[in-house]
């Protein structure tokens, strides 16, 4: 039995498994990533780690076990689940995602084979657990599946307290210990307990209220928009040999120095470790935008993007186009017992449709450039997108939005 | 200059008019009134009072006047109404305020007469301040009224982080230090400043999730319910002179000494002391209650009392009806500027419209009496006031929510 | 399984015997009286009672037991014993116990009548338990009485960090989790295992921080010092038939209510009501005082004071004489494993010594009287006393200690 | 103005030079340089970073400035010292600072060349501040150095709280609004202000107790002795070009980088990167150790590692050798007003003495080695540098301290 202490949840006992795949690469590597990737740039003390949360879902993991009383390997399988559920990320989290998914088809907790391989196959094993059972967990399959990755997952519960400590911003700040113990299985189904409606609605306010103010801050996209285009130019430079398998598994470390030292991404990097960041040239309300700009692909963006350069008369390294999928709400199907039935959280609560329409209302597409080509790329990117935004009102609005979204900007 | 500590902003400078308020009885009796009355019965670590809440609104006013630039008297005003605020409070704060009000015509917050009276119209004299100026402050009147008493006072960010802190219950965290720093005024209105739609919400949701979860425990109703039942009957007793003006002076001690030693109160008193409380009879939702309940006067409610107990063919004293007024939102029309223009949240944002939802799905009516009544009482309330339940469904559900809510309940 | 919300701890967890316990008026009293008596005369926001203390000792106490693998019944005496550890105490708790003590020859922790008889006794036989075992485990005896009551006891673990909570005071804030978790027993000892000689150390220091900060802070004294003076007079007036026995069995609001209402108490009643509290008049070193003075009884002490009211000519009434024992230091003693064998911290930690040297250092002998008349009751009491110090100094000490104190005196 | 959100601090507000001087490249460097280095081995949670830190000591300094009425240009160029005083810390703060002292006579306060150069030295003039003047007070020197390094200074209020937050041990949380307002200037000198004793040693206590459990805990102690190490390797490096200079001025990712890929350092990288670490062989407490190896200079420590390497017959890479300077305690001189003179802490206050020889019992020697090595190296190492503990007793007192050490140890 190891003690561990966290900022968070004050002690964490670590044993069984657990303690065993602790010691592996795959899990210490952990340590290098950050949680919020560039959120940091906004809120300086969000540097907690994967490392650090990954061991906050294991307690949280071993608690709402405890109170089911779940036991035995089918407990052992959740627990491994539950700290090894992160060790898909490549560096800077989520930041990345989109890049590597597009080019190795594969998403962070796609983890079969990294479950199987190396020490912590063997840790697995020697634990009599079946990599490709723990795998499915972490994918969310399977009745315990949805304690590690679901609408009640333990991984949401520590992140929001976790982010909230760690930013400064109290929102996230829910009860996960009331949460854990209220989790139920009904059905087969993982269902919070009769006379938690409220508590369900605790849990999806607390993200919806995060997001704007940290998930989706102007500047931690504006941040992530031009580290995507740093690391796409990095896989495609000749200067290097890093393809996106590689990116995948680097941490935060190889992927800064990296950027740092390669020529085609140099002056990204510059640009983020000093924090002289692009500057929004558009700031587009969901209504405003033509609905073939929201579900063009990849490739149709950077059409845009060179188009917009183009009829800017810049270079095209000056414009990034940051659209955003459509808000979904993944909370809103979380399962209340309500007077002996299991409810939909949506059916039961009038708060889930209006924080789908707020999300909606926080929607932006963002153009964002350096500061000094902010007006030629704002009218030409208006004109090429076919915004519905006139010319003078979109500096004014950038300009209002600036003074206001700058002020947590550090 | 003197410094006090408090739990909540750990150091509260006080000088000048505030200073001097501080000692007055006025102020220090405010120590010996509990901010939440019953709620303790709840949470146990509850027992804040009303005189730290007045230190750290006074200190939240500070602090918004400083940002607003404002100095001088009309600052001072605006500190004396802080400080002073909740000079009016009875006993258990909030909890007999309906039947000091029946009785005398006057809330908690007409204290023009307190203001003007005795040490704090001396105190207040000598800073030449009027005393009347200072409780309109109070009743929220003026520019700077709304400070202290309107949409966006700083008496809500006060009460919402106090009684998170000492309940333990983690919704009313709002981040006041923004909230504060984000007033202005806008053609003599107090409103939170552009990009302020979300802060505004937060408020919103804070109060909306403490509300069932605190505020309007049904043990806490309970609980008020017996305190005011026992008050009546301490004022109607001729074994006492307390009126309702004296009510209104006394601190908890007081009272509590008071319902003890006399003999028509004093097996409500035993109940309260060793928490041996009523049990919800009835525990009916808005639809299923006749509108003419809902607005029936207070002479009604007495009548139906009456009728409940003569139905069930037990003493009255044994029923009590509890009916709440009808749900209303007052942060509903907290102003916020959005584009250039001032702008109702209601207008700005959906949250609102669902939160009143959740409000209206929240509001019970209660019919408690000693457990072992209960059933005869619930069958009787059910037919007395025509609620659209059937007897067997009301022990049902009576069960299963007490079970859950008393989860909560020490 | 009951589950309350604790400010400090959180979720508390409560069954079996506690759970049973939790009910009965002996324990639902101490909801009535505050942990710090009159500390809430400096900080405003130390309202908190003997009632939450109690659970969070009972939780400590289960976290322990379990660390320790004990079960069944020798666990349930330990839990009874530490939800009941402080029903022995009177209104204010510590403040009154040299009266009560005097007059009954009982400390709070001497409560084998109080276990045995009523709702407590009945709660205890129906789970088994005897209550005088409960009783012996309450006054720190047997091998688990350590736990209770003893160097290492969770009370002191549970009272440093929520006096800290609710004071703001930030020294109390120790490591619980670890103390209780280092626990063990060696040769039927209960000592900390191997490696926490600093462990014992901070809980060491934590007390002795906190204790002039907030036990012995001198506004405390001179409250808790009128109380006792006001308690005197109400034991033996005429007026009341109040006797030490009664008083003991008090809560806070029975005695403010009692104080009020006799006439030989109201007016330091109404100086406590209103914190118009007398002033240090003398506030001498351990030095500077005639060892036979700090030596002296009871009757000795009230001869001074009415010498020295005589000497200045005033109302004895106006003179209170408070004379601190001679510090020692519990703590001291506290057991550690230190390469196998157990220690006394005393012998291991230069700190001991040290801090007992603090505390000698600390210790004030006060006389205090109303504002107008500290000049010549300094003057009479260093006469009277024999202290060394010549009445210059009295007066330039006490003011500059005075400006410095009261900073923190609401 | 600005406003950052800290985790600290909550909200820090940021306006003139300081605002300008952030968005230099010299003050964004500091946040990719750990605060606390290779404790984040130990405390997972532990990856906040200078930059955070500058910002709170700033923060701390506006308020001490603004309660000792210093405005103006004094008071800007200590604003600008407090963000300013650590950008000359090289990666892992201050781990590898005897290597970068030893190869180039710099220590990271001495910050004269920095401030000069490029954006910081442009924007101090465009301020009318001299860069030079600001580099003295990062140095201590001067009325107001004292305040930026010093026995009282912010920087250490401010990494006690920070350090304390972000481990999850409690121990360093002091009051630092208190501190910071009682701070006052006699004869020139920063001292705490009458009434302050126990003010500066809970400063001092805060201090003695973080250092065994945070910055000297034998875990991170080995993580840096291995870091320091590999750096060696990496400037002695044939491979590389990387010099003192240049490594002093990288940051946390340049060097992690550079050890990954360096050959001489990859083996080494590779351990510190999976937590593979080295483990103790000796552990010896002060008397053990004869003065000469205490003294001893950095030559002569390599060469008793090569003569331990040799007597085990191992390869020289596989012994490190681990000897602190001896204890010193900078806060004794702490200096408080007591009856209007200026003492020193340790004249007054009985704990600094105790607290020194606690630091003295505190103080280990060291020497690791891989695990599987350790038998043969603890042999030779306690014959070749003469210390007094016989062969048995080194490996059991080691397996019963890593027994005890290692709890905390993820």
Known sequence: MKTIKDSVHDHIRIDG???DLLDTPAVQR????????????????ANHTRFEHSLGVYHLACEALDHLNVEGKRAERVHAAALLH??????????LEPITHRRTGRYHDDVHDLLADGAVGDVLREHDLEPSAVADLVAGEGRFGQLVSGELDVDRMDYLVRDAHHTGVPYGTIDHGRLVR?????????????GNVQTAESLLVARALMNPAVY??????????????????????????????RLQRMDDHDLIAALRSCPETSEFSRRLDHRDLYKRAVWAEIDDVPGGIIEADHEALLEFEREIADDAG???ECVILDVPSRPSMKESTT????????????QQSPLVEALRASQYSQWRLGVYSPPEMRD??????????????DGALVSEVRDGLDATLDQFVD
Do not use: C, W
């Open 30 to 45: 952990l340590r290098n990533i950050r949680q919020l990737g560039t959120v940091s740039l906004v809120y300086p003390s």
């Open 314 to 316: 810049i270079d095209p």
């Open 17 to 19: 498994v657990a303690r």
């Open 335 to 346: 399962s209340v017992v309500v007077n002996g039935d299991i409810r939909r959280l949506e």
């Open 182 to 194: 209220e989790l139920t299985f009904a059905d087969g189904e993982l269902v919070l307990d009769e």
């Open 86 to 95: 992160d060790v898909g990320h490549g560096p800077f989290s989520h930041n």
């Open 216 to 245: 989706s801050h102007s500047v931690a996209r504006i941040g992530k928009a031009m580290l995507r285009r740093a690391s796409e130019r990095l896989l495609d430079s000749p200067e290097t040999d890093v393809d996106a398998a």
């Open 376 to 389: 030629q790329v704002g009218r030409s990117a208006v004109e090429t997108l076919g915004l519905d935004i």
